[in-house]
Nanobody
Framework: QVQLAESGGGLVQAGGSLRLSCAAS????????MGWFRQVPGKEREFVAA????????YYADSVKGRFTISRDNAKNTVYLQMNSLKPEDTAVYYC??????WGQGIQVTVSS
């Protein structure tokens, strides 16, 4: 099982940017599809973005299209989520996911209005 560790979260004002990183350890994720999800208290975890293992296709939730960008560096075993033009409704705990069922512990992103 791969271990995933998110970093880069925090507090930012609306309109600002953050870059989340997800570092994998234990095994390579170069052949794994990777994704980001988020969850707010009382709601189900929702899909944010995904990238295939070949690094040829990306997918986004409608709510983040045009603002968020997912990318990966297989040499570093790391996936990124660049978040621009952040809105208060983007406030959530963000989770990294690797196909096969591995989840990170999550990291808080708070966007103030």
């Amino acid at each position: 099982q791969v271990q995933l560790a998110e970093s880069g979260g925090g507090l930012v004002q609306a309109g600002g940017s953050l870059r989340l990183s997800c570092a994998a350890s234990g095994r390579t994720v170069s052949r794994s599809d990777m994704g980001w999800f988020r969850q707010v208290p009382g709601k189900e975890r929702e899909f944010v973005a995904a990238i295939n293992w070949r690094n040829t296709n990306t997918y986004y939730a409608d709510s983040v299209k045009g603002r968020f960008t997912i990318s990966r560096d297989n040499a570093k075993n790391t996936v990124y989520l660049q978040m621009n033009s952040l809105k208060p409704e983007d406030t959530a705990v963000y989770y990294c996911y690797a196909s096969g069922g591995s989840w990170g512990q999550g990291i808080q992103v708070t966007v103030s209005s």
